[in-house]
C-alpha cells in the first residue's frame, strides 16, 4: 500500500495536468478496470466529471443504482459526502464506495450535527411523550448518522420530490414530525399541504426550545429545523419577478430548496430529475427560467438548443463543496484503483448502516 505522503504527493502532481491528457489519463483508468468499476455522477457535476459517469442523476437513485449492480466491486461516486455514506448503505458488503475528494461536503447537511438533534429530542421529551407523538424525517441530504437516528427512533427518510408522501405517512403514525436539516423544503411541502402558519414552527438548535415556546411546541404539527442550501437560497423573488417582465412567455421552474416566495411565484415546483424531465420534454421554442445549481442549469441549456433557458438568479452560484470534485481527483482516484489502490473509501459503521437501512427502507415502501 502506498503511504499517505506518497498519495498527497500524487494528487498534487495531477493537479497541473492539462485537461486533454486528464481526460484521456481517466478514461484509459476506466477501461483497464472494466467491469470492476462503476462510476456515478450526480447531476450537479461539472462536465469534465461527468462526461465518465456510466449513470447521472440525484443521490438516492445513484446509490440505488449502485446497489443493484452488486456485480461492480468499486463504485466511484462524484458527488458528495452524504451521497457516498448513501451508497455504502445500500450496497452490497463485498463494494467499495469511493468519493475522489473528501472535502466535498454539504454545508446543509452539517447544519444538523447528531448531538444538535440528540439535544431536540431530549428537549422535546421533556415537553411531551416525544417517542409517542413525534416521528424524524430526515430529508436525504444528510449525514449517515442522521439517517440512523431516524431508523432507530420510527423515523424514515425524505427525497424533494417524496416529502409529502412521506410527512403523510409519518402523520398517519404520530401527531407530530420533525424535519430536518432543509426548512424550506419542509415548509414548502406543508404549505403545498395547507398545514396553517401557527402548526409550523422552526427549532434553531442554538436557542432553548429551539427559540419556541412550549405552547407553540405542543401545538406545532411540523417542526422545521433552522438550515438551507445555500445555492438554493440565492435565488431572490426578484429574479422571479425580472424574468416575468423582460419574457412575458417564460415559465419559471424551481426546486422545493428554494426560499417559500420565490417558491410561491414560480410556475413549477420540482425536483432536479423534475427539472430535467420538465424541460426536455417542453415544446420547441419555449423559455424557461430556472432556479437550481448553475452546472445542471448550463447542461440543461446545451442539450435543448430549441428553447430558451435562463439562470434564475444574476449571480453565479454553483455548489461549491460538489465543485470539489474535479478532473485532477476523479483521475488520481480511478488510476490508484487500476493501480490497486483504494484511496478516499466511504464506510458507515455497521451500527449506522443498519438504523440508517431502515429509515431508507421506510421511505422505498412509501414511494
Not at 133 to 141: A, D, F, I
Not at 305 to 329: E, G, N, W, Y
Request: glycine content about 6%; some cysteine.
Amino acid at each position: 500500500m502506498k503511504s499517505v505522503e506518497s498519495i498527497q504527493l500524487l494528487l498534487a502532481d495531477y493537479l497541473s495536468l492539462p485537461s486533454h491528457e486528464l481526460f484521456t489519463r481517466t478514461a484509459a483508468a476506466k477501461r483497464t478496470l472494466g467491469d470492476q468499476v462503476m462510476v456515478l455522477g450526480h447531476n450537479y457535476q461539472r462536465d469534465e466529471v461527468i462526461e465518465h459517469a456510466d449513470f447521472r442523476g440525484d443521490s438516492l437513485l445513484l446509490a440505488k443504482l449502485a446497489a443493484e449492480r452488486s456485480e461492480r466491486p468499486y463504485i466511484v461516486f462524484c458527488g458528495v459526502h452524504f451521497m457516498a455514506e448513501t451508497a455504502d448503505i445500500l450496497s452490497r458488503s463485498r463494494q467499495t464506495v469511493i468519493l475522489p475528494d473528501l472535502g466535498a461536503g454539504c454545508s446543509m447537511a452539517d447544519m444538523a450535527a447528531i448531538e444538535q438533534v440528540d439535544q431536540c429530542w431530549d428537549s422535546l421529551a421533556g415537553i411531551l411523550p416525544v417517542e409517542e407523538t413525534v416521528t424524524p424525517v430526515v430529508y436525504v441530504n444528510s449525514a449517515a448518522v442522521l439517517k440512523a437516528f431516524c431508523g432507530e427512533h420510527g423515523g424514515i427518510t425524505c427525497t424533494s420530490s417524496n416529502a409529502r408522501a412521506v410527512i403523510e405517512w409519518a402523520w398517519a403514525r404520530r401527531e407530530k414530525v420533525l424535519f430536518f436539516p432543509d426548512e424550506h423544503l419542509g415548509r414548502n411541502t406543508g404549505n403545498k399541504m395547507g398545514v396553517p402558519r401557527d402548526q409550523m414552527i422552526v427549532w434553531d438548535p442554538f436557542q432553548p426550545n429551539g427559540g419556541n415556546t412550549i405552547e407553540a411546541i405542543r401545538k406545532a404539527r411540523l417542526i422545521l429545523w433552522k438550515g438551507h442550501c445555500s445555492v438554493h437560497q440565492m435565488f431572490q423573488p426578484a429574479h422571479v419577478d425580472y424574468f416575468r417582465k423582460t419574457y412575458p412567455d417564460l415559465k419559471v421552474i424551481v426546486h422545493p430548496e428554494c426560499h417559500e416566495e420565490v417558491v410561491n411565484r414560480a410556475d413549477l415546483v420540482g425536483s432536479t430529475e423534475f427539472i430535467i424531465r420538465t424541460v426536455s420534454a417542453a415544446p420547441a421554442g419555449t423559455a424557461w427560467a430556472v432556479g437550481t445549481e448553475l452546472n445542471l442549469v448550463n447542461r440543461l441549456k446545451r442539450n435543448q438548443p430549441d428553447k430558451r433557458v435562463f439562470f434564475l438568479s444574476s449571480t453565479v452560484c454553483q455548489c461549491a463543496t460538489m465543485f470539489r470534485i474535479d478532473a485532477p481527483h476523479l483521475c488520481w482516484a480511478m488510476e490508484n484503483l487500476a493501480e490497486g489502490h483504494v484511496v478516499n473509501h466511504i464506510v458507515v459503521p455497521d451500527d449506522e448502516k443498519a438504523w440508517a437501512k431502515i429509515a431508507l427502507d421506510r421511505m422505498m415502501a412509501v414511494s
